[in-house]
């Protein structure tokens, strides 16, 4: 059986709203296993040939590899922004307890 890999996937949003539709509609369809919240980030980017500055919050997921396409087609069509920022990075090492956990509850 081959091993799963693991990803933490970071999405900044505009608002608490916006937050808790994500977090809840991913945990719900068992596409992550948990996810943490920053609030009160600062954001800095080109947008329209300027340099915005906003505050975001900051999400991070905890899932599956395999999840993501998944993940990122719902949050898309969550997102109030044209280009959502939608970033996973791989897990190269964590408790094997932690792991199997995430296994569980990401289907």
Request: aromatic residues 10%; hydrophobic residues 35%; charged residues 25%.
């Amino acid at each position: 059986m081959k091993t799963p890999k693991y990803l933490l996937v970071f999405v900044t949003t505009p608002n608490s709203k916006t937050t808790q539709k994500i977090i809840k509609t991913l945990l719900e369809e068992e596409m992550i296993s948990s996810a943490q919240i920053s609030n009160n980030i600062k954001s800095y980017y080109w947008w329209n040939n300027k340099i915005e500055k906003k505050t975001e919050t900051l999400i991070i997921m905890i899932t599956l590899e395999k999840n993501f396409k998944n993940i990122e087609k719902e949050i898309i069509k969550l997102h109030p922004y044209k280009v959502p920022q939608i970033i996973s990075v791989s897990i190269s090492n964590a408790n094997k307890d932690f792991l199997k956990w995430i296994n569980q509850y990401c289907g």
